[in-house]
């Protein structure tokens, strides 16, 4: 079955760095992948989605690459600040009909001033 | 407009009794998604309302969950006789079109004592 990874561990970083958050995935590449953000206590709320057919989607101070031949996206917060600290989701359709988006569990980014 | 609604926000029950958690999604949008989260997990798929199609009821745990959308927007999930194990937040999504964004509710913190 497929099977979505995420950074398993919690991520520190400090404030002005640039976060890398890692989404790896098993067996076929989904028709497109979206990421969203998740604050204690709060439902998701989305960021980016980027398609199978590119490879690298910006947004402000956001970017999410996404490379079918090693399985894997990686989303990027450059010049990051306290206000990013949440947990950032990766979200699969494999289906490419939205009928089921499979999260993963997650990663726990704190950014330290 | 207004955002996705979900009430109640908090239920506790107790084992054995049966729960309706009510879902009004954003007006205009076409499909409905209700996710389950444990504490520290991914968001688990539990099913899909898509206009006026049969349901995707594939994430459903056993039989004891049901869900049903009326008139196109509002969606109530039912479990039947709870369980612990039933314990999470329930999310509840809606989205204008497939593979869009989809938007979510502050989720229901159900507790089964």
């Known amino acids: 079955s497929q099977k979505i990874e995420q950074n398993s561990e919690a991520l520190n970083i400090q404030e002005g760095k640039t976060a890398t958050l890692t989404c790896n995935y098993t067996n076929y590449s989904p028709a497109y992948l979206q990421w969203y953000r998740q604050d204690p206590g709060r439902g998701p709320v989305f960021l980016l989605l980027?398609?199978?057919?590119?490879k690298e989607k910006r947004k402000e101070r956001l970017k999410v690459t996404f490379d079918t031949t090693l399985k894997q996206s990686l989303f990027h917060i450059t010049a990051s600040q306290p206000a990013d600290s949440a947990t950032y989701l990766c979200a699969l359709d494999w289906s490419g009909s939205a009928r089921q988006l499979t999260f993963g569990s997650g990663t726990q980014l704190t950014v330290l001033p | 407009g207004a955002g996705v609604s979900q009430s109640p926000s908090n239920k506790v029950t107790e084992k054995g009794k049966d729960v309706e958690l009510r879902c009004d999604p954003i007006?205009?949008?076409?499909?409905l998604y209700w996710y389950r989260q444990s504490l520290g997990q991914g968001l688990e798929f539990l099913i899909y309302?898509?206009?006026?199609?049969?349901?995707?009821k594939s994430g459903l745990p056993s039989d004891r969950f049901s869900a049903e959308r009326t008139g196109g927007s509002v969606s109530t999930l039912t479990i039947q006789r709870t369980q612990q194990e039933d314990s999470a937040v329930y999310l509840c999504?809606?989205?204008?079109?497939?593979?869009?964004?989809?938007?979510f509710g502050p989720g229901t913190r159900l507790t089964v004592t």
């Open positions: 309302f898509q206009g006026n199609s049969a349901p995707d």
């Open positions: 999504a809606s989205t204008q079109k497939p593979e869009g964004e989809q938007y």
């Open positions: 980027i398609r199978e057919n590119e």
């Open positions: 007006s205009g949008h076409t499909a």
